[in-house]
């Protein structure tokens, strides 16, 4: 029995030793540990450097024309085109007939209307001969210069009440004026070109029946241009009338120069924007054009141009120093959603442009994309 106990203890024992030399081999066949590398945080980085910067603000908008006429009818008749086919694309100078509605019966009327009324003057110079001597010349040289086939020149001027008196009791003034507005009239049967441009539109043909009222195109002055845009009303402030700045296509990038003529102080309840307008002359501008462009607006000194999203706190930056994130403070001097304009800045930096709190500070960094 006894000797059975000092057996099994001896294989006990034994056990335990192997167990304890294996072990230490284990440990010993190991590597060594190596302390953990500090681990770097991956940023975006822009390089910066204090200057004079620029605030400007961007603006986009449509080109229409300097004037723009919408052509009517104001007596009705048969139209034929005038001097050029009345077709759109087709370019008018200032003056020149577009289109003629048939007008030989209100020829004919204001012809006799024209004869009746030299009739009735020719009655009343021997009378003024006898009673207005001092004035009857002027009278009868007025008689002598008119012709039916020309509008009415303008009644010799009088301050005598009598003699007044007497030509308006023979009928002179009203048969006069009702000449001059049948005159008035019968031009609206020729429409001329109110300046130089181009038709854009047209609604009638060649021998066209048009109604009084009916209309009959669009025409668009070509030599100058007007481009609106929205900007924020903050931006509208420091924007000045007469400001000169630079505007491009936006499908080919031709550029073209504008100035500002208006600001609009009514502020758009829905965009929360102003509307401003600027004149464009250029031969190559067309109507309906989209533009775009910025206007410089203010110069701010020693200072930097960063995004937005840069700022900490609103009143510090992050830049590199020896692969560490190091916290300085700036002054801001504006901002808006995209950018910010900094004083504070007093060498050459590398910023780093992503969004960090101020726990970042002292962490080390990796750049993975520095701009300029």
């Known amino acids: 029995m006894n000797k059975r106990k000092f057996i099994i203890t001896g294989a006990g024992v034994l056990i335990l030793i192997l167990s304890f030399v294996i072990s230490g081999r284990m440990k010993r066949a190991d590597p060594p540990r190596q302390a953990n590398a500090e681990s770097a945080t991956a940023v975006n980085a822009v390089a910066v450097q204090p200057g004079t910067v620029l605030r400007k603000v961007p603006v986009t908008g449509r080109l229409v024309p300097w004037q723009t006429v919408n052509l009517f009818a104001e007596v009705g008749g ?3 085109y005038g001097d050029k086919p009345f077709k759109p694309g087709t370019r008018f100078s200032k003056g020149e007939v577009m289109v003629r509605i048939n007008s030989e019966e209100a020829r004919t ?20 001969k006898l009673d207005f001597a001092d004035q009857a010349s002027e009278w009868e040289s007025y008689l002598y210069q008119l012709r039916i086939e020309q509008n009415l ?8 009440k009598k003699l007044s008196l007497f030509i308006s009791g023979r009928g002179i003034y009203t ?4 000449i001059r507005e049948a005159e008035t009239r019968y031009a609206k049967f020729t429409i001329t070109a109110p300046f130089d441009g181009l038709l854009s539109t047209a609604q009638i043909d060649a021998a066209s029946l048009v109604r009084t009222g009916q209309a009959l195109g669009e025409f668009i002055s070509t030599d100058k241009f007007e481009l609106e845009a929205g900007v924020g ?5 420091a924007i000045k009338q007469g400001t000169v700045f630079e505007m491009s296509d936006v499908n080919t990038g031709a550029k073209f120069s504008a100035r500002i003529l208006r600001i609009n102080e009514a502020v758009d309840p829905a965009t929360q924007q102003v509307r401003i307008y600027a004149e464009v002359v250029h031969p190559e501008a067309r109507s309906g054009m989209y533009l775009e462009g910025t206007i410089g607006v203010q110069h701010y000194d020693n200072a930097v141009e960063i995004p937005v999203r840069a700022l900490v706190e609103n009143a510090k930056v992050y830049v590199v120093r020896d692969t560490l994130a190091t916290l300085i403070p700036v002054s801001v001097q504006f901002k808006n959603s995209r950018i910010a304009i900094i004083n504070g800045i ?11 709190s101020e726990a970042f500070q002292g962490s080390k960094v990796d750049i993975v994309n520095t701009a300029k």
């Open 78 to 80: 048969v139209a034929t």
């Open 109 to 128: 009327s204001l012809y006799a209307a024209r004869s009746a009324f030299q009739s009735a003057l020719a009655g009343i110079v021997p009378d003024l």
């Open 153 to 160: 020149p303008p009644l010799p001027a009088t301050d005598d």
């Open 175 to 178: 048969n006069y004026y009702s």
């Open 233 to 237: 009303y903050t931006d509208a402030l």
């Open 346 to 356: 007093e060498r050459p930096e590398l910023l780093i442009t992503d969004r960090h």
